[in-house]
């Protein structure tokens, strides 16, 4: 069983930078990858970025070159740092951990939810 907690959302003009991060508890050791996910109203939940504990990281093209992920594997926080915040990105925001005991099973974590508005 793996917990996620989430912090950093909130209210920001367009153009604006604001950070999330998430941290892990529980059986922690075993998870291989994290990130985060967003969903807006009437949308589906959709990947914003993942990093797994390779170094690999994935990012949505809407977020490329704005949004960067980084993953502390030793104290399993992830965080996400958005920069040029646009009206668009405006969602429900749900840190995302992969939790893999073994080389057959994985099993998929998530946070509660922040919410992220960016409206002038």
């Known amino acids: 069983q793996v917990q996620l907690v989430e912090s950093g959302g909130g209210l920001v003009q367009p153009g604006g930078s604001l950070r999330l991060s998430c941290a892990a508890s529980?059986?922690?050791?075993?998870?291989?990858?994290m990130g985060w996910y967003r969903q807006a109203p009437g949308k589906r939940r959709e990947l914003v970025a993942l990093?797994?504990?390779?170094?690999?990281?994935n990012y949505s093209d809407s977020v490329k070159g704005r949004f960067t992920i980084s993953v502390d594997y030793g104290k399993d926080i992830v965080y996400l740092q958005m920069n040029e915040l646009k009206p668009e990105d405006t969602a429900v925001y749900y840190c995302?951990?992969?939790?893999?005991?073994?080389?057959?099973?994985?099993?998929?974590?998530w946070g509660q939810g922040t919410q992220v508005t960016v409206a002038s």
């Open positions: 990093e797994t504990s390779f170094g690999k990281r």
């Open positions: 995302y951990a992969r939790w893999s005991p073994n080389f057959i099973n994985s099993y998929d974590y």
């Open positions: 529980g059986s922690s050791d075993e998870i291989d990858a």
